[in-house]
């Protein structure tokens, strides 16, 4: 009896884990491109503030932020873009379904990217002006991508 019980708790359980991932079957997708995003905000913000004067440059701090914008820049793919996990289509995505439409040209923005980096790598660690040229060309490929791709949040 007792053995029918737990079996009958399991099986609901795996029903219902079953049931929840159906209902967002893109959710680690959306969570891990938010993140990946998050992480490349988060350094661009600090060589940013080194750019503004806020913060003092610092070669070495900043040449690791260029290095994690980089490393993360080399990640992105359609891994973290599955067909269907679009603006209103998934929770939480702001992803265009031009994305899919269009995936060379899109594709194609992720290399600038990563080209760009690799460029801000090398000028961040020289001066605070390398540092500003560098963020130029990334900061150019994000909103590139962002423009094309990314429905604006209300
Ligand atoms: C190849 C295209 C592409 C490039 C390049 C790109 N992004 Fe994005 N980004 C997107 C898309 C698409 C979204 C919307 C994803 C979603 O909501 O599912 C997004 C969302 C974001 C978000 C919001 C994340 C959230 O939690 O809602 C931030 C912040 C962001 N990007 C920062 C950056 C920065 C900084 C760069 C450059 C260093 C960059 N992105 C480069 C396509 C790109």
Same mark, same amino acid.
């Given at each position: 009896m007792r053995k029918t019980i737990l079996l009958a708790a399991t099986l609901s359980a795996l029903a219902f884990s079953a049931v929840a991932q159906a209902e967002d079957p893109f959710a680690d997708a959306v969570e891990m491109r938010h993140?990946?995003?998050?992480?490349?905000?988060?350094?661009?913000?600090?060589?940013g503030s080194m750019a503004k004067?806020?913060?003092?440059?610092d070669a070495? !701090?900043?040449g690791r932020a260029a290095s994690n914008v980089a490393a993360i820049?080399?990640?992105?793919?359609?891994?973290?873009f599955p067909a269907g996990s679009?603006?209103?289509a998934a929770t939480d995505s702001f992803a265009l379904p031009a994305i899919w439409a269009t995936q060379d040209d899109f594709l194609a923005? !992720?290399?600038d990217l990563n080209?760009?980096?690799?460029?801000?790598?090398?000028?961040?660690?020289?001066?605070?002006?390398?540092?500003k040229a560098g963020m130029g060309q990334v900061g150019a490929a994000c909103s590139a991508c962002h423009k094309a791709y990314r429905q604006p949040e209300e």
């Open positions: 993140g990946l995003m998050l992480q490349m905000a988060t350094d661009m913000g600090k060589l004067g806020e913060a003092a440059y070495a !701090i900043a820049a080399s990640v992105l793919s359609m891994d973290q679009e603006y209103q923005k !992720i290399t080209t760009a980096a690799a460029a801000l790598k090398v000028a961040s660690a020289t001066d605070v002006e390398g540092l």
